[in-house]
T-cell receptor, first 112, second 117 residues
């Protein structure tokens, strides 16, 4: 897979490869980080979240890594499938009870 | 559960008209929020609420009002529509993380596509 930052809007990955989507955040007070997937014509769908006291969390085929030192968050998708084709957003919040602010998003394109 | 419902799905307004976008959830979620999404862009937070009677501004609140009289409903009012408010509007809800251990999963509605001419 190829890693890109959010300044590159599209990531193209071969089906079956791993995808890595990166996100930089600026608010050092952020305590919660969330990844969402948005398919065309639909609302965003929660994928996984991570709290700032963790540096890694795994879900089904997905792993989120958090590096607080450089304010960097990544989403790894294992064995990318056609159904993973979507726009992926990272979001952050200062606490579980505070507003959730979205980043700009990365489009994941799956090559056959 | 119906989840998060939004009405209408589509709406066309003339500049200066007012209208209310409806949002309802049946999951007893404390947290509700409104976002707008412009073409090829991310979601920008308009207003949010952490419970009935409590609302607060997000990133782009100007031109919009909200109220939260019940846990279930969180309507968004456009006071005097402008072409710059042409967008897709999403409502979302989630539990608050009181006591920890709960996922931060936020459920989104299907969206309202608004065009202001």
């Amino acid at each position: 897979g190829e890693s890109v930052g959010l300044h590159l809007p599209t990531l193209s990955v071969q089906e079956g490869d791993n995808s890595i989507i990166n996100c930089a955040y600026s608010n050092s007070a952020s305590d919660y980080f969330i990844w969402y997937k948005q398919e065309s014509g639909k609302g965003p769908q929660f994928i996984i979240d991570i709290r700032s006291n963790m540096d890694k969390r795994q879900g089904q085929r997905v792993t989120v890594l958090l590096n607080k030192t450089v304010k960097h968050l990544s989403l790894q998708i294992a064995a990318t499938q056609p159904g993973d084709s979507a726009v992926y957003f990272c979001a952050e919040s200062r606490s579980r009870d505070d507003k959730i602010i979205f980043g700009k998003g990365t489009r994941l394109h799956i090559l056959p | 559960n119906a989840g998060v419902t939004q009405t209408p799905k589509f709406q066309v307004l003339k500049t200066g008209q007012s209208m209310t976008l409806q949002c309802a959830q049946d999951m007893n979620h404390e947290y509700m929020s409104w976002y707008r999404q412009d073409p090829g862009m991310g979601l920008r937070l308009i207003h949010y609420s952490v419970g009935a009677g409590i609302t607060d501004q997000g990133e782009v609140p100007n031109g919009y009002n909200v109220s939260r009289s019940t846990t279930e409903d969180f309507p968004l009012r456009l006071l005097s529509a402008a072409p710059s408010q042409t967008s897709v509007y999403f409502c979302a809800s989630s539990l608050l993380g009181k006591g920890g251990g709960k996922s931060y999963e936020q459920y989104f509605g299907p969206g309202t596509r608004l065009t202001v001419t």
